[in-house]
């Protein structure tokens, strides 16, 4: 078999993938398809040395720039703040205690730190403005405007560490001991501008209640006589006990008032549907039961009067009777209808009338009320004013004294811990860090643009994504021969069409192809044995564009099939660029053109291979166009004549898009099998080969990836061993 095997023509066609894992199962069409975790992960394994190199290169360079960049000096000022020191040392003051405000009253520590009263000075005497925002970048015409806008220092930082009374002042400058004074002189300003505050706000508070103590005395004093006034002129001992016999009073009006308004709504709702002439508003009324009696013996007598004038006619005197009975109670009932309107018109009146008689008791009742219970109220204020006049100007006299005392001996509850001291190592850049973060954000970038790479690709790549994307089973991965590529069209030396070599077989080339090869026997017997119930004889070979391979795996399916000693014949069915008969060397002087022009008959153009038994082949012959327009007449019969002679028929079909004649075979074999190129055919074309298929109901087989390397796919991994394998099996042997 091995020397045989050297005689046969090697394909060159593209290089085909190994076999990769049974079809996947056909996805439901409601199903919603989705992308599992681990193919993002595979995406980064994939990628795993640009994003390496991507994220090296962005912390080289911000080592650098961070090296380069003038180092940040920072001197930082503590200071403490004592809660429980009293601002003052007598009265309330002296022993308030501290409230459960700390981090309010920090907050205001701190905004009084960055204030203009405390950073204007220190801004002033070291030229802080002039550093921070350069000298030349002040214009001269501006410089008068900034001098009185607030002083706002940008390298100045106030913080408080969490659960201290401690206030943290910070400055950075590139002189290490400029940021220590600069610190230190913030803190000491600050702590100056509280102790005049406090000393302000005492010695004015004190001198304001001087100005008020003279004007609130003389206040006391008007109020207390006139409570004293306003009890004599008051007749009543207790003026809260009529007021609550009003009270009560006014609240059983009110009831009574609010039942004579809604029965005033509810006589003034039956007289305006009585007013209009309803009949039916009549009945609804609480006096429409005489007049529903009457409607009823009206109707009566409506329903007698039509008896008599069907049976007697218009001139019978019976008739005359019974419509002069009709027409009396007619009048009657309306008759009843004015007058139940008049009554209850009669009602709505008088409805209205006690509506409006009670109002006025009310209106009168709430006079004599408020008139009551406002000068209960005014002896109330009156009385209240009086104590209040007395106290406040006994707590305004005690507290002047206080604050006189308390503003000459200030104690201030805010110090320095610990002053500002020229630090040694800069704060920036930190280097550390800025590694770091670019580390970080270059990682989330590269693995973002690497995903995004992946989403954008519309290539078929992995099977498992083709097998949920376009619901079509993918039979088997061919892999890439690397070789083929530099090849022209012919035979490869030294290698046969079944992947034995006649070189050394360390070589890694010569596994590639032995891989190659057991990957075709496997989709051979994936496509022979997938239908036990329905034997394939006829298979068109298709693909959705030129250049996919579906020539080369249309070649190699027929010899394996042909290996087992089945009658197999390889038709090669694309016409306008045929290709098989220069992949076993041998000129197509007359194939299928040829037959189908009915020049001879097909067993006169079949070509047998040497080599390769039991495997026939009919080319496609001279090129002709009236061939191709006969395709779809001659085809089926053709096929329908030569699967009687083979077990399996394999025909070479052009791509299917832009060309007629693959639709039409399609249509007279058994099966179809799509070639597609890993990486490089577009999954929309698949799609639409599919969708052209199954419209004109051919059966799909399913679908064949090419040139499948073992990147392309995550799960691609787990046959990637066959090479160890098949080489560890040689050694064996040898040994």
């Known amino acids: 078999m091995k020397n045989e095997s050297q005689n046969l023509p090697t394909l060159i066609e593209r290089p085909i993938q190994y076999p990769a894992y049974p079809p996947p199962a056909a996805v439901e069409n409601d199903a919603e398809p989705t992308v599992p975790l681990s193919h993002y992960l595979w995406i980064l394994r994939l990628q795993r040395w640009k994003i390496l190199g991507f994220v090296t290169l962005c912390v080289l360079v911000t080592t650098m720039v961070s090296y380069r960049l003038e180092p940040i000096y920072e001197a930082t000022a503590t200071i403490d703040i004592d809660r429980q020191s009293p601002p003052g040392i007598i009265g309330e003051e002296a022993t308030r205690s501290s409230l459960n405000d700390a981090d309010q009253y920090l907050a205001t520590q701190v905004k009084l730190l960055q204030s203009d009263s405390v950073l204007r ?33 940008k390298k100045l930082s106030v913080t408080r560490p969490p659960n201290t009374y401690l206030l943290l002042v910070s400055y950075r400058s590139p002189d290490a001991r400029l940021a220590a004074e600069v610190a230190n002189a913030i803190t000491q300003s600050y702590i100056v501008h509280t102790f005049d505050l406090r000393f302000r706000a005492s010695s ?47 609240l059983q009006l009110n009831t009574e008032y609010t039942n004579a308004q809604s029965d005033r709504v509810k006589r003034e709702s039956e007289f305006d549907g009585l007013r209009g002439g309803s009949l039916e508003a009549a009945l609804a009324s609480t006096q429409g039961e005489s007049l529903r009696k009457m409607l009823d013996h009206l109707n009566d007598l409506k329903e007698k009067f039509a008896q008599v004038a069907g049976h007697y006619g218009v001139n019978h005197p019976e008739y005359n009777k019974a419509a002069a009975q009709v027409s009396e109670v007619q009048l009657a009932l309306e008759k009843t ?16 009338s006690r509506e409006s008689i009670l109002q006025k008791v009310v209106a009168a009742t709430k006079a004599e009320f408020d008139k009551v219970n406002g000068r209960s109220f005014e002896y109330q204020q009156l009385k209240r004013e009086a104590e209040a006049d007395k106290k406040l100007y006994e707590v305004l006299v005690r507290r002047i004294k206080e604050a006189g005392i308390n503003s000459s001996f200030q104690n201030s509850s805010i110090r320095l811990a610990d002053a500002a001291r020229p630090p040694v190592k800069p704060v920036f850049p930190n280097i550390p860090l800025n590694a770091s973060l670019a580390v970080l954000f270059s990682s989330i970038l590269a693995i973002g643009a690497a995903v995004m790479t992946d989403v954008l690709d519309n290539t078929v790549r992995d099977p498992e994504e083709v097998g949920r994307s376009l619901n079509v089973a993918v039979l088997g991965t061919l892999p890439l021969v690397k070789q083929w ?37 496997t989709l051979r017997n994936t496509i022979l044995l997938a239908d036990f119930d329905r034997r394939l004889r006829t298979i068109l070979v298709t693909s959705a564009s ?94 329908d004549e030569i699967s009687q002679e083979y077990d399996l028929v ?21 099966g179809v099998l799509v070639v597609a190129r890993s990486g490089e055919t577009n999954r929309r074309a698949i799609g639409s080969v599919v969708s052209t298929l199954n419209r004109v ?29 098949y080489q560890s099996h040689r050694d064996t042997e040898s040994i």
């Open 697 to 725: 109901r051919v059966n799909v087989v399913g679908l064949v990836l090419n040139e499948v390397r073992s990147d392309s796919s995550e799960g691609y991994y787990h046959y990637g061993d066959y090479g160890k394998y």
């Open 650 to 670: 394999i025909i070479d079909a052009p791509p299917l898009l832009g060309f007629s004649e693959a639709l039409q075979m399609a249509t007279c074999v058994d």
């Open 485 to 521: 590529r530099k090849r022209s069209s012919g035979v490869i030396p030294d290698r046969d069409i079944l992947g034995t070599a006649t070189v050394p077989s360390a070589d890694s080339s010569h596994r590639v192809l032995s891989s190659f090869t057991e990957s075709v026997r």
């Open 121 to 153: 000075p220190v801004a002033h005497r070291f030229k802080l403005l002039e550093s921070e925002h350069g000298e030349n970048s002040v214009n001269p015409a501006n410089r008068a405007a900034r001098e009185d806008a607030p002083v706002v220092l």
């Open 337 to 352: 209808r004015l007058n139940i309107t008049e009554r209850v018109k009669v009602e709505y009146e008088q409805a209205i």
């Open 546 to 639: 030129p250049a996919e391979g579906k020539s080369t795996i249309a070649a190699h399916l027929a010899i394996a099939h042909a290996e087992q000693g089945k009658k197999t014949l390889l038709i090669d069915g694309d016409l306008r660029r045929p290709s098989v008969h220069r992949k076993f060397g041998f000129a197509a002087h007359a194939g299928l053109s040829s037959v189908l022009l009915q020049e001879l008959k097909w067993p006169q153009a079949v070509f047998k291979p040497e080599g390769v038994p039991n495997l026939d082949i009919l080319a496609a012959g001279p090129h002709s166009r009236r061939a191709s327009e006969m395709v779809g007449a001659s085809m089926a019969d053709l096929l």
């Open 204 to 250: 004015s508070l004190t001198t304001f209640m001087e100005k008020q103590i003279e004007e609130l005395h003389a206040k006391m004093e008007r109020s207390t006589g006139a409570l004293i006034q306003f009890e004599k002129e008051l007749n009543v001992i207790n003026p809260e006990e009529k007021t609550s016999i009003l009270t009560a009073r006014l």
